[in-house]
């Protein structure tokens, strides 16, 4: 298993350009989720989704938009990109049950917003 | 909802030497709480997890923490640190009907030769 996958590793864009953070997992997980990680402030989740064709928002949703339209993709996609957005990203997935099911995280993106 | 404070944001210790996280948390449910460690520029990987067995939990690496509902405390430990333990680690609590996880700011472990 390759387990959670991202890309890019890391990308810079100037503010108002969008882009798209790619992540996928072959573990068949239902339950994956975005996170942000910026310095002191721990990981932070953005949005979520309990299965294919479900998302919900999370802690800190504004400026992003998420879709599941399979089980294995998860993509993150930043509209109008602004530099309060340049963090580290990190894709995680796990098992929908029972609840205290490890969460696996991807190797990250960082992302620089000029 | 559930919270998590790590009291520490930074520990530097001896190699050798024992280490010693703390972590406390707030949940309104009985908590799933976790360790997870990230190396610079890593991703996370998991030590352990405490989920309502044993409340002593044993890790990889040489890493256990005691959960101890009266205190509210999940402190992370290694009897002696290596040079490897250098990272920043994450206490993370979930609640048990949600699959959120809320993660504490982080504790940065430096490890002097």
């Known amino acids: 298993n390759a387990g959670v996958t991202q890309t890019p590793k890391f990308q810079v864009l100037k503010t108002g350009q969008s882009m798209t953070l790619q992540c996928a997992q072959d573990?068949?997980?239902?339950?994956m989720s975005w996170y942000r990680q910026d310095p002191g402030m721990g990981l932070r989740l953005i949005h979520y989704?309990?299965?294919?064709?479900?998302?919900d928002q999370g802690e800190v949703p504004n400026g992003y938009n998420v879709s599941r339209s399979t089980t294995e993709d998860f993509p993150l996609r930043l509209l109008s990109a602004a530099p309060s957005q340049t963090s580290v990203y990190f894709c995680?997935?796990?098992?929908?049950?029972?609840?205290?099911?490890?969460?696996?995280f991807g190797p990250g993106t960082r992302l620089l917003v000029l | 909802a559930q919270s998590v404070t790590q009291l520490d944001s930074h520990v530097s210790v001896s190699e050798g030497t024992p280490v010693l996280l703390r972590c406390n948390y707030s949940?309104?449910?009985?908590?799933?709480l976790f360790w997870y460690v990230q190396h610079p520029n890593k991703g996370l990987q998991l030590l352990l997890k405490?989920?309502?067995?044993?409340?002593l939990v044993k890790g990889i690496n040489g890493f256990e923490a005691e959960f101890k509902k009266s205190e509210t405390s999940f402190h992370l430990t290694k009897p002696s640190a290596h040079m490897s333990d250098a990272a920043e680690y994450f206490c993370?609590?979930?609640?048990?009907?949600?699959?959120?996880?809320?993660f504490g700011a982080g504790t940065t472990v430096t490890v002097r030769a």
């Open positions: 995680a997935s796990r098992k929908r049950s029972p609840p205290q099911e490890t969460q696996y």
């Open positions: 573990m068949n997980h239902e339950y």
């Open positions: 989704s309990v299965g294919a064709g479900i998302t």
């Open positions: 949940s309104s449910y009985s908590p799933s």
């Open positions: 405490y989920t309502s067995a044993a409340t």
């Open positions: 993370v609590v979930s609640g048990s009907n949600d699959y959120k996880l809320s």
